[in-house]
């Protein structure tokens, strides 16, 4: 049986995601067949993987879930909080598999939020290279000038790097708020809010509307469902034109 890499088995196994298990494997709490292992090591499904002392079980045969969340405000993403926050793993708690966040979006903000325990897809969504789009709608404080807009559109430093270009349309722009819609390009930490900062505006609020061709569409708050064929179809043909 040919052995592949650590996190990759970790990440198929639907625990985490594979940039998640790398950091996992670095900060040494993942062992294999009792002993601590290192990035760059690699193992079997006959192997003996646990995680902080928990046996992970590998199989070939897991079925494999692919969920949309409509996040609401006040939800922390992550799996678990040591500050026993509401999180959204509360809110998934139906689907009968593990499944881990694609991403994220901050306590704050809304909208569509993925989960899998499909390790290699969750990658593909998130890793920078793919350049998979997603989809703000963002209110904020007017006024808010030309400038402003083409400076964030052509990118704007933020953690001491260049934002990528994006598109930016105005969707309603009245005295006490303009809407606008965002498509960005990355998924940085609380990327939205820095690049508005960055150019003198206050976002009173952030909701994601898609992923990629996949729409959020008129799912409540707080509810979820599985992907359609046709929607994860989607999502793997944008992940492809990327290669």
């Not at 989809?135 to 402003?148: H, N």
């Not at 309603?172 to 609380?190: A, D, P």
Request: charged share 30%.
């Amino acid at each position: 049986m040919e052995k592949q890499r650590i996190q990759k088995l970790i990440a198929e196994a639907g625990f985490c995601s594979r940039r998640k298990a790398e950091e996992l494997i670095v900060q040494g709490r993942v062992k294999v067949n009792g002993r601590p292992c290192k990035l760059g090591d690699k193992a079997d499904f006959k192997s003996d993987i646990s995680i902080d002392g928990e046996r992970l079980p590998l199989s070939h045969k897991r079925q494999l879930y692919y969920i949309m969340l409509n996040k609401p405000r006040g939800y922390v993403t992550t799996m678990s909080d040591e500050l026993d926050r509401k999180n959204v793993s509360e809110l998934v708690k139906g689907v009968p598999e593990r499944v881990y966040p694609v991403g994220r979006l901050d306590k704050n903000s809304e909208g569509l939020l993925l989960f899998t325990n499909d390790g290699v897809f969750a990658n593909d969504i998130m890793h920078p290279s793919k350049h998979v789009t997603k989809t703000y709608r963002v209110t904020v404080r007017p006024p808010v000038s030309e400038e402003q807009l083409v400076k964030m559109s052509e990118g704007v430093l933020i953690d001491g790097r260049k934002t990528l270009p994006c598109v930016i349309n105005v969707l309603t722009s009245e005295s006490n708020r303009v809407v606008l819609q965002m498509v960005i390009k990355e998924g940085r930490n609380r990327q939205i809010r820095k690049m508005c900062d960055a150019v003198g505006l206050e976002v009173a609020r952030l909701k994601r509307t898609a992923i990629g061709p996949v729409k959020l569409g008129m799912l409540k708050p707080g509810d979820y469902r599985e992907l359609t064929s046709e929607e994860l179809r989607a999502l793997r043909t944008a992940i492809s034109k990327s290669k």
